[in-house]
């Protein structure tokens, strides 16, 4: 069984800090973290990591244990350029986090990787500090894709560890303009495992995405340890809330993201092995909700 705290809350902060507390799982004591945030663009959340959640995902860290503590992007505009123009530096600089840039990491720290079975046609070229991160910690947002994807949650937040251009070939321009694009996203999280996931979902988009979209309040953030529970519990989350034809017509596990993750071994293969946890009494009621969601796949 998968665990997936689920906390209901109007306040970032709060919410980071008890649903990671209510998962009753620390990784990251006497260890060197890396965190991968959601900052392909500088849109204000959901379309990108919410500073404030940053902020207390990095102090949670700290005094969860951390030996030292890392961020790494590859962003779509260049990375330094949209941490400035969110605000980041000066809460990374604060907070004792070094940025490693994946724009300037050399040739040889791009890691080529194949999956056995794989949608790519030569394979991906994944950071090597991902690879060789000591405990990977990775944050997302909860939204819908409107361009392939169909969701962005744990899984797709990590197609930003896999380089854009390399040795001549544009691996994003394969990936998006691939009919396989959501297995393709699945097959990228085949070679790392992160050890804690911690999801934002206090501001959604329930359909476009993944930088504007249309808007719900979701008031919940979540955590876990196994990307294909937490991106079901997302997924369930936002039939919850109501989002767009494809999200509420299929049965979770068909979407070809969690379909593709779950075949690879990537986490859980069913609705079945997830247990979603309510962080406190209050967030009791949203999660039976998302339970009878996730029990008629069963």
Known sequence: MARVSVMQVEERRAGVRGAIAALGHNPVKNRTVLVKPNFNTADPAPGSTHNDTLAALIDGLWEMGAASISLGERSYPPTRLV????????????????????????????????PADSHWKDGFRIARP?????????TGCLKTHQFGGVITLSLKLHVGVVTSFRNGFAYMQELHGSPFQ?????????PFSPDLIVMDGIDTFVDGGP???????????????DRVAADAAGVAML????????IMDSDIFDLGQIQRAAELGVG?????????????????????????????EQ
Not at 182 to 190: G, R
Not at 211 to 225: Q, S, Y
């Open 83 to 114: 941490m400035e123009q969110k605000g980041i530096m000066p809460i990374l600089e604060k907070r004792q986090v070094r940025v490693i840039d994946f724009d300037d990491l050399p040739e040889a720290d791009w890691v080529e990787c194949r």
């Open 130 to 138: 991902i690879l060789e991160a000591e405990c990977l910690v990775s």
């Open 182 to 190: 959501q297995e393709m996203i699945a097959e990228i999280n085949a």
């Open 211 to 225: 930088a504007t979209g249309k808007r719900a309040r979701g008031n919940v953030v979540m955590a876990a340890t």
């Open 239 to 246: 039939k919850h809330l109501g989002s767009n034809r494809v």
């Open 268 to 296: 859980v293969r069913s609705a079945s092995q997830i247990d979603l946890i309510p962080a406190d009494d209050a967030s009791g009621e949203l999660t039976a909700s998302l339970k009878a969601i996730l029990a008629k």
